[in-house]
């Protein structure tokens, strides 16, 4: 819970003064508590007063009496009996067909897409304290068993009823990560039960719980929509599923890996409609852009990004050859997977169980004539030396690989073999990327960050003096966390003669990124952040929390 807002709400209510808040604020802090239950423990307000005027305002929720009237029974049988005790809420309401439920804690909201399952409709959210919920448990439930949550067992309908949940709870589940704007769907089977967690914004959040006993029907189900063997429990399986849901196509890219627990899935989903951005969406700041713009349409070398994993060096490629994509230039690329496709482009897939590798594509690419390249990624020498070899033929070469910053990226490629001379001659640019967080514009709020956390990402307090630089809040639009959206942060390192010299005689890494950063007035990660922050786009805490602070 915000303390922040709540204390707000409480203030504003009348419920309690500036001095009573601070009172509790500085208790809570000793204690270690929730601001809310440092309010009760004082004896400053009921429990009901404080979730009533505080709690549930600040979460965005209407607060709800469970005990001050009887709840007709029919409402009550809307959910049975475990799945209200596993889920910790008991419905209170049924309006026009809307079933609404009492929670007693608001970052709990996720088990509404389990319980709307359940009851098979639209199930809303209210707030009730902590003890009027275990009362109201206890009043109407009792001592229950939990003996499954899907109101009747599998043996007991027909197949295709049986199996009918299961495909509206596999379609639900993908739909509402389309919904949040999630990259990554991840199921990950416990002792006890499921979990399903969506990546939104780079950020895993808590989707859903289900019984445990939905395990095997769902991940089966996973299985053939992804065309795998659904008998193969033992080694991990990868495969694709294509889904079309509110008129948008989705190429689901599915991993499975077996677990102690059970079969982890994780699918990865790929919009084909939104997952292609151009130059100007990706976030340059300042003489940057231009820059890249300068660099990707010179005719020959190499055009390196890289950065770890999920750190958007894909889609700045992608951006590059969009931009490069004319009638008169011939693009192949060689890739793994094919993520996004672009029209008029040539695009190959790797297929490592024939042997089409990249170094395999890329020898045979070069007998088509192409004016740019594009590989995947460098993973080994013999694919950085055919690669080399093409730019210093005459053609451009845009290509991946994983180092922290953009220095070390010569330095890697020397570890793999290739000669240093080789590297200095055919390197034109290495950019460096992260993505961060963007603040949510709707609830944004102005924010003094410590002088020791403005130090962390390079700036001092003359350098913010009559800015005003903001901090996450939460709000419904962006799902309560206070971002929405990410925009790249980039180390755009390009070479000269004096790199290139450095290059050839093995300097430090180190030393190089000194002279990059003196000499040609290259930006580190942790500059661009900064330059994010004081725009009003980030956070002190997102820049600190993507990039490691020097």
Do not use: W
């Amino acid at each position: 819970m915000n303390d922040d807002a709540i204390r707000q709400h409480l203030e504003s209510s009348g419920a309690l003064d500036a001095a009573s808040l601070e009172e509790a604020d500085q208790y809570a802090r000793s204690r270690r508590r929730p601001l809310a239950e440092a309010i009760v423990e004082l004896g400053l307000l009921s429990d009901t007063d404080v979730y009533r005027k505080g709690v549930a305002p600040a979460a965005g929720l209407k607060f709800v009496d469970v005990g001050s009237k009887r709840i007709p029974d029919a409402v009550v049988q809307r959910l049975p009996g475990n799945v209200a005790i596993d889920n910790r809420t008991v419905p209170v309401a049924d309006l026009k067909g809307v079933l609404f439920v009492a929670i007693d804690d608001p970052e709990r909201v996720f088990v509404l897409d389990n319980l709307g399952f359940v009851a098979g409709g639209e199930v809303r959210a209210a707030l009730c304290t902590p003890a009027a919920l275990e009362r109201a448990l206890e009043d109407y439930y009792g001592d229950q068993k939990t003996v499954g949550a899907r109101g009747k067992s599998a043996e007991a309908l027909g197949e295709d009823d049986a199996e009918a949940p299961i495909i509206r709870l596999v379609h639900q589940t993908i739909e509402e990560a389309m919904a949040a704007r999630a990259s990554d769907i991840h199921i990950e089977p416990f002792e006890e039960s499921v979990r399903v967690r969506y990546r939104v914004d780079g950020v895993l959040r808590e989707g859903a719980r289900h019984p445990k006993n939905l395990q095997g029907s769902l991940i089966s189900r996973l299985k053939i929509m992804a065309s795998l063997d659904i008998a193969e429990k033992r080694k991990p399986q990868d495969g694709r599923i294509l889904f079309r849901a509110k008129g948008r196509d989705i190429d689901i890219r599915t991993s499975i890996l077996p677990g102690n627990h059970g079969e982890s899935i994780v699918m990865r989903l790929l919009d084909k409609d939104e997952g292609l951005v151009s130059l100007a969406a990706l976030g340059f700041s300042g003489d940057d852009h231009d820059t890249f713009q300068r660099l990707i349409k010179r005719p020959n070398g190499i055009f390196l990004v890289t950065g770890p994993t999920g750190s958007g060096k894909t889609t700045t490629l992608y951006a590059a050859l969009r931009e490069l994509n004319r009638p008169d230039v011939k693009i192949i690329t060689a890739e793994d997977p094919v993520e996004y496709h672009i029209g008029g482009i040539n695009q190959c897939q790797v297929r490592h169980q024939i042997g089409l590798d990249f170094s395999r594509i890329l020898r045979a690419m070069l007998r088509q004539a192409p004016n740019i390249i594009l590989v995947g990624e460098i993973r080994d020498p013999e694919t950085a030396e055919i690669a080399i070899q093409a730019a210093l033929t005459g053609h451009l070469v845009f290509s991946t690989l994983h180092t922290n910053d953009a220095p070390s990226a010569l330095a890697r490629l020397i570890d793999m073999g290739v000669k240093p001379f080789l590297v200095a001659a055919s390197i034109q640019a290495v950019l460096a990327q992260r993505l961060l967080r963007m603040l949510c514009p709707n609830c944004k709020k102005p924010h003094e960050p410590e002088v020791s956390e403005l130090r962390q990402i390079g700036l001092t307090p003359e350098q913010v003096s009559g800015v005003t630089l903001y901090e996450a809040f939460g709000c419904e639009a962006c799902g309560g966390n206070g971002y929405r959206g990410r925009r790249g942060i980039f180390e755009l390192m390009v070479m000269d003669d004096e790199i290139r010299e450095m290059t050839f005689r093995r300097e430090p890494t180190l030393k190089i990124r000194g002279y990059a950063e003196s000499s040609i007035g290259m930006k580190s990660l942790v500059h661009d952040g900064a330059r994010k922050v004081i725009d009003g786009q980030t956070s002190v805490d997102e820049v600190l929390r993507v990039v490691a602070s020097k």
